[in-house]
């Protein structure tokens, strides 16, 4: 069996999200997640939709702001503090490419 070492690039990956909310009153779900989106490199760009601003990110950073944005959208109520009672996700669409 042959194994094939593969060299870890860094920085070789364009992420966009797009997520809805319903009852996020005063956006208080999106504006919680945006600092966390950006410390990777990924920017709001139009209405619910995240973009990596050049097409490379980190991708060891992307999952692990990722997984912070996961666990809001699973329960904002818990998460954020100024989500309203019925705060919840609608949808969540993550689109992750090479970059090459």
Do not use: Q
């Given at each position: 069996?042959?194994?094939?070492?593969?060299?870890?690039?860094?920085?070789?990956?364009?992420?966009?999200?797009?997520?809805?909310?319903?009852?996020?009153?005063?956006?208080?779900?999106?504006?919680?997640?945006?600092?966390?989106?950006?410390?990777?490199?990924?920017?709001?760009?139009?209405?619910?939709?995240w973009?990596?601003?050049?097409?490379?990110?980190?991708?060891?950073?992307?999952?692990?702001q990722?997984?912070?944005?996961?666990?809001?959208?699973?329960?904002?109520?818990?998460?954020?503090?100024?989500?309203?009672?019925?705060?919840?996700?609608?949808?969540?669409?993550?689109?992750?490419?090479?970059?090459?």
């Open positions: 069996m042959t194994v094939k070492i593969v060299k870890k690039v860094l920085g070789n990956w364009r992420v966009i999200v797009r997520f809805s909310l319903d009852y996020d009153k005063n956006s208080a779900v999106r504006n919680y997640m945006a600092p966390i989106l950006e410390s990777c490199g990924i920017k709001r760009r139009r209405t619910g939709t973009e990596s601003r050049t097409p490379h990110v980190d991708p060891h950073d992307a999952a692990t990722l997984s912070k944005v996961f666990r809001t959208l699973a329960d904002p109520k818990s998460k954020v503090g100024a989500a309203g009672p019925h705060a919840e996700l609608d949808h969540i669409w993550i689109y992750i490419d090479r970059v090459r």
